[in-house]
């Protein structure tokens, strides 16, 4: 069950929803933007989905987007959008909330402002009620079966935000079906890892996992890799081998870097893929495949074929539409504590620190085999047996900074290599038990300056105090250039917020270059109507 809030004018919405899925709770309607903010405040975390209707026919006075209740022109138009603008405010304050805009009318930009703004669904009313309903509900449990998916699946964390929760419910369908499915977004952000542990294993193919990274092999050697070959069909050519696809034949193939292959070796590739045979390099025979293909970019294909890199057949094979972008690990800021637990419990596993924390545990006279990861400054109580790798709030402010342009690849290989050196360094300190300390010889802390040295190592931008940081802002359209500026300024002042974990000081120091001028961020804060409470609960 879910607590559902409708914004709406009129009750028919909600009680068609009432109707169709009384399992949920519902809760409005909300007339106006006034009682929605109202509602959403009341019900904080407890609010799982809002469904919000485009048009209101209701007073000027309680309208958005009107700043002359006189002129009936933009009063009119104002009714036309006012979803559109309760959309905006909604935003401000609940970025990750989901949302369904609703209309029974045409030529309001629909589409464009749920792009725009982050809804999740949307869906024209055709006023036939068995139809309405049933586009409704499965829109509804769509969104909230993606809430609901499990956090992580293997070695594949996803977190709870709702981007990545949408990511998974994609891939879960696309995995099943015969067509190919394209990953695209940043490199490092787990592609190869999500096409290995996840989407094959949700395929229920039989068949092999197979993958090939386009981007590492000689170019000459391409097609024979992908196809296989003939004994002398090329220059040291000495067996007959079977490619890729044939490997991969009842199961997956992965292609990594997929803008790399030639234009001819993308004709051959088309090929396969229409007809289902492949033909060795050398041969004349045709040996029938049936793969399940997974491609992977970090370039924009559609760019590729507008310069005439990519084959424009090629690409609409490889069903484009149902392409999935994977985000950057800066936008997925909120997981990052528990990203890095989850990092460090497969680091841990991995057995490659086993020596290192066994030299610690003789040295300090720990007992037992237990490894915990804590965050924060509090510290639990000692429990023999178990080792603390303790991550204090400065440690985890240097994370929450940094811009980690390799995603998880760098974030894994930071943490790994912090890791590494703040044991060592505990054991080269001595152990408490030899000196007699009162100390906890159970905690091994990751210091502030660690981390800094790690990432100052794997930094890619070589000076980030001269350009700045980075951080995504939407442009919105409002009434006038001031309201632009602060709805700009809001949403940079919230990013900071949350990404430092409500500390005004390290704000101070990224927005003055002084972490002493704090009272002056929280002043500004206050004056652009943002509220610590509202943001605490995103933390929480």
Not at 278 to 283: A, S
Request: glycine share 10%; charged share 25%; aromatic share 6%.
């Amino acid at each position: 069950m879910a607590n559902i809030l409708v914004i709406d004018d009129q009750d028919r919405t909600i009680e068609l929803c009432r109707r169709v899925m009384p399992e949920h709770e519902w809760v409005g309607p909300a007339r106006s933007w006034e009682e929605a903010k109202s509602q959403v405040r009341s019900m904080g975390k407890q609010l799982g989905l809002v469904l919000l209707d485009i048009h209101f026919d209701i007073p000027a006075n309680d309208l958005l987007g009107v700043t002359d209740v006189d002129d009936e022109r933009a009063v009119r138009k104002a009714k036309r959008r006012q979803g559109i603008f309760i959309l905006e405010e909604l935003r401000r304050g609940a970025p990750d909330l989901p949302v369904v805009l609703m209309t029974s009318r045409g030529g309001v930009g629909m589409e464009q402002a749920a792009d725009r703004h982050g809804a999740q669904e949307y869906t024209y009313f055709l006023d036939h009620e068995d139809v309405d309903a049933h586009s409704l509900r499965g829109q509804v449990e769509g969104i909230l079966r993606a809430q609901r998916g499990t956090s992580r699946d293997g070695p594949v964390y996803w977190g709870r935000s709702i981007m990545m929760r949408q990511v998974r419910q994609r891939l879960s369908t696309l995995a099943r079906g015969r067509l190919p499915v394209t990953l695209t977004g940043p490199t490092g952000t787990g592609k190869s890892l999500i096409a290995r542990h996840f989407i094959h294993p949700k395929s229920g193919r039989r068949g092999k996992f197979v993958s090939a990274d386009l981007a590492t092999l000689p170019k000459d050697l391409v097609a024979a890799h992908l196809f296989g070959s003939l004994r002398g069909a090329y220059t040291g050519s000495v067996a007959d081998r079977a490619g890729a696809f044939e490997q991969a034949n009842g199961g997956t193939l992965f292609l990594d870097e997929i803008g790399n292959l030639s234009i001819e070796v993308q004709k051959m590739l088309l090929t396969v893929l229409q007809e289902g045979v492949v033909t060795r390099l050398g041969d004349t025979s045709e040996r029938v495949v049936d793969v399940k293909l997974v491609v992977a970019t970090n370039e924009d294909l559609a760019d590729l074929v507008s310069q005439g890199r990519f084959r424009s057949d090629l690409y609409m094979r490889l069903n484009p539409a149902s392409a999935v972008m994977l985000p950057s690990l800066q936008e997925r800021s909120l997981d990052l504590a528990k990203l890095l637990s989850f990092t460090l419990e497969r680091i841990l596993s991995a057995g490659h620190l086993d020596g290192l924390l066994d030299e610690y545990r003789n040295v300090a006279g720990v007992g037992g085999n237990n490894v915990e990861v804590v965050t924060g400054s509090e510290v639990p109580e000692m429990d023999e047996g178990t080792v603390l790798l303790l991550f204090p709030a400065p440690s985890m402010e240097q994370l929450s900074a940094h811009r980690w342009p390799g995603n998880l690849r760098e974030f894994a290989m930071a943490i790994e290599n912090a890791l590494t050196l703040s044991i060592a360094e505990a054991i080269a300190a001595g152990g408490y038990k030899r000196r007699g300390d009162d100390g906890r010889p159970d905690v091994i802390q990751v210091r502030p300056k660690v981390i800094r040295d790690q990432l100052m190592a794997v930094r890619i931008d070589q000076d980030s105090a001269s350009e700045g940081l980075q951080i995504g802002i939407q442009l919105r359209s409002q009434s006038g250039l001031n309201k632009v500026a602060q709805d700009i300024e809001r949403q940079y002042f919230t990013t900071l917020y949350l990404r430092h974990q409500g500390d005004f000081a390290a704000m101070a120091s990224i927005l003055l270059g002084d972490a002493d001028a704090s009272r002056k961020v929280q002043l500004r804060f206050n004056q652009l109507g943002l509220k610590v409470r509202d943001l605490k609960e995103r933390m929480s």
